[in-house]
C-alpha cells in the first residue's frame, strides 16, 4: 500500500515538472452562481468566468484547475494555502483588500432586487420590517443588512434564498445582476421578477482574489485578463453566458 | 428491530451525564466549566476587536438555539410518547404505523431531512422558517425519543400493569397514573441526553438560514474574516451551555429517584 | 348461605397457553360469603383460573358471571366489574412511585372519584385493620415484604369490593412473615368477605375454607368441605398430593 503511495507521488512529481512550462493555478470556486461558475448537467463546473479564466490561461501561459468550495470560508482557505486563487464572482471591496490581493477588475456588477411577481416593491425602502435573502459574506447581503428596517437573513447559497423568496419565505433577495437575471427570467422566470437594480455611488467590480504578496500568481492573472479584454473574447463570453 | 434488546436504555451521543455519586465526573465537569468561563470572560479582554466582537453579533443566535432546542424538544416528546405506545400496541396497524415511521426515520441522515422537510414543507404551507426547522427536528427526534419511551415502558415489571388493572384503571388510565410515572425515572437520562444532543444538533439549522448561534458567528466571520477567534467563541458557547444543561438534567434525576431510596 | 345464588359462576371454560391445555372444562360457583380455597401442585392450572375471573387472563371458550355481569359480555365494562373485584398478588406488585397511603387512594380517587379528605380516611382506617397505620408515609421499598402485602390487601379493600382474589399471597414471603399476612386473611374472612385464594398454606385452607378445590392439570379433580378433603380424601391424586405436601 505504502509502496503504491510513493509510486503514485513520484509519478506525479514527474507528471508536474514535465508541465513546468504550463504552470498550473488552483482556483476556489462556490459553483452555485449561475451564470457566473456553477456546475452543469454533466457535473462539469462551468460558466463564464470559468470561459474567461480558460482564455486567460491560454494567452498568459497557465493552466486554471477548479475546485469546487463552499462559499463560506472560501477566504480562509485562500490565507490558508489550500488554492492558489479565488475565482467566485468576489467583488472587490476595502475590506477584502485588506486580506488579499485582486486581480484587475474582470467584470462589472450591480446588486439586483428580485421579489415575486405580485409583489409591488420597488426598492429596498418599501421592504421595512420584511425578511430579505441574501448569500452569507456577499457584498448582496451587505447592502441588505446596510437597508434600514430590513431583516436581513443570510443564505449559504444564493439558490436556497430563491427558493425560499419563491415559497414566500421571503420578500425579496438581492444578489449580483447576472444572477439575478438567471433565477428571474429562466429559472423561476413564472412566479419571481428583478424589481430594480440598487443603485450605488461607485460601480462594483469581480477581481480574481489571491493570498497577499502572490505577486507571481498575480502577474500571471492581469496578463491574461488584459489580453482577454484586448482580443474581444471577453465580448464573445458576454454574449454567450450573459446573453447582452 | 429485534425484541431482544435489553430494558437497560443506551446512553446516546450527547454530553455525559455527571451522577452525583461519581465524583471523578464531577470534578472533570468542573474543571470544563470553570475553563470555559475563564476562557469566554479572558479572550475578549485580551482582545475586544475580535473575541469581543463575536460575542456582541450572537446573543440574539443564543436565543434562536434556544428557542428552536425547547420548541423541537416538546414536539419531539409528544411525537416520542405517541411513538411509543405505538410501538408497544397492540393493534398491528398503529404499531406498524409507529415502526415506519422509525424505520425511516433512523435510516434518513439529519440534515438530509431538515432539508427535505424545510423545502417540501416550504412548496405546501406556508411557514416562518423556524417553525419549519422545529417541525423537522421534532419528526427526526421524535422517532429516537418513541424508542427511549419504549424502553422505559417495557422496563417497568408487568405486575404494575397488572394491579392498576385489576383495580379497575383501564389501559389508557394505568399507563397515565402507574405506567409513566414510573416510566419517566428510567426515560429521564436517555432523554435528558437527547436533549443535550438535539441543542447541538440546532446548529445545522443554521444551513436552513435560521438564525442560531452558529449563523451569527458565520455571518461575523465571513464579514471580519476572523474564523479562528469566531469559532473559538462559539464553541465555548455551545460548551457553557451543554455542560449547564447536563449539570441540572443530573440534578434533575437525582430528584426523581426519591422512591427508590431507602 | 350455602344455598344463595352464586356470586362467582364459573361454566365450562376451557383456556390454552398455544398447545398447552390450563384449563380443562373448569367449571365452579362461589355462593356469596363463601371462602374457596383452590389446592394444586404448581402448573395445574390454580392461578390460571382465579385470574380469569377478573378477566385478567382470557378464557378460549365457557362462561364467567360475576355478581351477575357476563365477563365475555361486550356490553358489559370490565373495568367496572374488577372495581368489585380486589386482587392480591404473590408479588404484592404495589405502586412503587406512592407512598403507601396513596397506595391506597389512588384507585377511589380517580376511579370513584371520592374526595381526597375521604379517601385519606378510608385509607387510614385500612392500614389500621392490616397493622401498617404508621408506615402510611413509607414507600414501599422501604417496608418488609410481608408489610407489603399487608398495605396490597388494604390497597384492594380500598375499593371496597364485593369479592377478593388472593394469588398465593404468601408464596414470596419469608417464613417468618407469612403469619402475619394469613391473620389479616382470617380476620377478613371472619368478617364474611366472599374470598378465592389460590395458596400451599393447608393450616389456613383448614380453618377458613367453607370449601377446598383440588386442581391438577388444568382440571378440578376433587372438592369438598376441608374436613372431607384433609381427612377422606377420595381421589388417587388428592391423596398423592397431600402426602407430598403435609
Known amino acids: ?244 | 428491530m429485534a425484541e431482544s434488546e435489553s430494558e437497560k436504555i443506551e446512553i446516546g451521543e450527547g454530553a455525559a451525564i455527571p451522577s452525583p455519586e461519581d465524583k471523578g465526573l464531577v470534578s472533570a465537569w468542573w474543571i470544563a466549566l470553570l475553563g470555559t468561563v475563564a476562557l469566554l470572560i479572558a479572550l475578549p479582554i485580551k482582545d475586544p476587536s475580535t473575541y469581543g466582537k463575536v460575542l456582541t453579533f450572537i446573543p440574539d443566535g443564543i436565543l434562536v438555539t434556544f428557542e428552536v432546542t425547547i420548541l423541537s424538544i416538546s414536539l419531539a416528546l409528544v411525537i416520542g410518547l405517541l411513538t411509543g405506545l405505538g410501538r408497544i400496541s397492540k393493534n398491528r396497524y398503529i404499531n406498524l404505523a409507529a415502526s415506519l415511521y422509525v424505520e425511516v426515520v433512523r435510516g434518513i441522515p439529519l440534515l438530509v431531512q431538515l432539508f427535505y422537510i424545510y423545502f417540501a414543507l416550504g412548496r405546501f404551507v406556508r411557514v416562518p422558517d423556524i417553525v419549519a426547522a422545529v417541525i423537522a427536528m421534532a419528526f427526526c427526534y421524535g422517532a429516537y425519543m418513541g424508542e427511549v419511551f419504549r424502553a422505559g415502558i417495557k422496563s417497568i415489571d408487568f405486575g404494575q400493569s397488572e394491579a392498576a388493572l385489576s383495580q379497575g384503571f383501564n389501559q389508557a388510565q394505568t399507563m397515565r397514573y402507574v405506567i409513566l410515572p414510573q416510566a419517566w425515572r428510567t426515560i429521564l437520562p436517555p432523554v435528558g441526553n437527547e436533549f443535550i444532543a438535539l441543542l447541538k444538533d440546532t446548529s445545522l439549522v443554521s444551513i436552513l438560514a435560521v438564525a442560531d448561534i452558529l449563523r451569527r458567528g458565520r455571518e461575523y466571520a465571513s464579514e471580519s474574516f476572523n474564523y479562528f477567534e469566531t469559532y473559538t467563541m462559539i464553541a465555548l458557547v455551545y460548551l457553557l451551555i451543554t455542560l449547564i444543561l447536563s449539570k441540572l438534567i443530573s440534578n434533575m434525576e437525582h430528584r426523581l429517584s426519591y422512591y427508590e431510596k431507602r | 348461605m350455602k344455598n344463595a345464588d352464586p356470586i362467582i359462576h364459573i361454566k365450562n371454560i376451557n383456556k390454552y397457553f398455544g398447545t398447552f391445555k390450563a384449563l380443562d372444562n373448569v367449571s365452579q360457583d362461589v355462593t356469596p360469603g363463601e371462602k374457596v380455597v383452590v389446592l394444586g401442585p404448581s402448573g395445574s392450572g390454580k392461578s390460571t383460573l382465579l385470574r380469569s375471573i377478573n378477566r385478567l387472563e382470557t378464557i378460549d371458550s365457557g362462561t364467567i358471571i360475576v355478581d351477575g355481569h357476563d365477563l365475555y359480555d361486550p356490553n358489559e365494562d370490565i373495568n367496572a366489574i374488577r372495581m368489585e373485584t380486589g386482587m392480591v398478588f404473590q408479588g404484592f406488585n404495589l405502586y412503587k412511585h406512592k407512598t403507601v397511603l396513596e397506595n391506597l387512594t389512588l384507585a377511589p380517587i380517580k376511579l370513584k372519584k371520592m374526595p381526597g379528605e375521604q379517601a385519606n380516611d378510608l385509607a387510614m382506617a385500612l392500614l389500621d385493620k392490616v397493622g401498617m397505620r404508621d408506615k402510611a408515609d413509607s414507600y414501599p421499598v422501604m417496608l418488609s415484604g410481608g408489610q407489603q402485602q399487608r398495605v396490597a390487601i388494604a390497597r384492594s379493600l380500598a375499593m371496597e369490593p364485593k369479592i377478593m382474589l388472593f394469588d398465593e399471597p404468601t408464596s414470596a414471603l419469608d417464613p417468618e412473615m407469612i403469619g402475619e399476612v394469613l391473620e389479616v386473611m382470617v380476620t377478613l374472612a371472619r368478617e364474611g368477605m366472599t374470598m378465592v385464594v389460590v395458596t400451599h398454606e393447608m393450616g389456613f385452607a383448614r380453618e377458613v375454607a367453607d370449601q377446598v378445590v383440588f386442581m391438577d392439570e388444568g382440571a378440578i379433580i376433587e372438592q369438598g368441605t376441608p374436613s372431607h378433603f384433609f381427612d377422606n380424601p377420595t381421589h388417587e391424586r388428592t391423596k398423592l398430593f397431600l402426602e407430598q405436601i403435609l
Open chain 1, 1 to 244: 500500500m505504502l509502496k503504491k503511495a510513493v509510486l503514485t507521488m513520484v509519478t506525479l512529481a514527474v507528471l508536474c515538472g514535465s508541465a513546468w512550462a504550463e504552470k498550473t493555478i488552483v482556483f476556489a470556486t462556490d459553483a452555485t452562481w449561475p451564470p457566473m461558475e456553477f456546475v452543469d448537467g454533466s457535473k462539469n463546473i462551468v460558466g463564464y468566468s470559468i470561459d474567461f479564466l480558460t482564455a486567460a490561461g491560454k494567452e498568459a501561459g497557465f493552466t486554471p484547475v477548479f475546485k469546487n468550495t463552499a462559499w463560506d470560508g472560501i477566504f480562509a482557505g485562500l490565507s490558508g494555502g489550500r488554492y492558489d486563487a479565488i475565482s467566485s464572482s468576489v467583488s472587490i471591496t476595502a475590506e477584502r483588500q485588506k486580506k488579499m490581493d485582486f486581480s484587475e477588475p474582470y467584470f462589472t456588477v450591480h446588486q439586483a432586487l428580485i421579489v415575486q411577481k405580485a409583489s409591488k416593491a420597488a426598492s429596498l425602502a418599501d421592504l421595512k420590517g420584511k425578511k430579505v435573502g441574501g448569500q452569507i459574506g456577499t457584498t448582496g447581503y451587505f447592502a441588505i443588512k446596510g437597508a434600514e428596517g430590513v431583516v436581513a437573513k443570510s443564505y449559504d447559497e444564493i439558490g436556497l434564498a430563491m427558493e425560499d423568496l419563491n415559497v414566500g419565505r421571503l420578500a425579496a433577495v438581492v444578489c449580483d445582476d447576472p444572477v439575478a437575471a438567471n433565477y428571474a427570467l429562466i429559472k423561476y422566470k413564472d412566479t419571481l421578477r428583478i424589481a430594480t437594480v440598487l443603485k450605488t455611488d461607485k460601480p462594483e467590480y469581480y477581481g480574481f482574489a489571491v493570498k497577499k504578496g502572490n505577486k507571481e500568481v498575480l502577474d500571471l492573472l492581469n496578463k491574461g485578463i488584459a489580453a482577454v479584454k484586448a482580443k474581444g473574447i471577453e465580448k464573445e463570453l458576454k454574449k454567450k453566458w450573459i446573453g447582452q
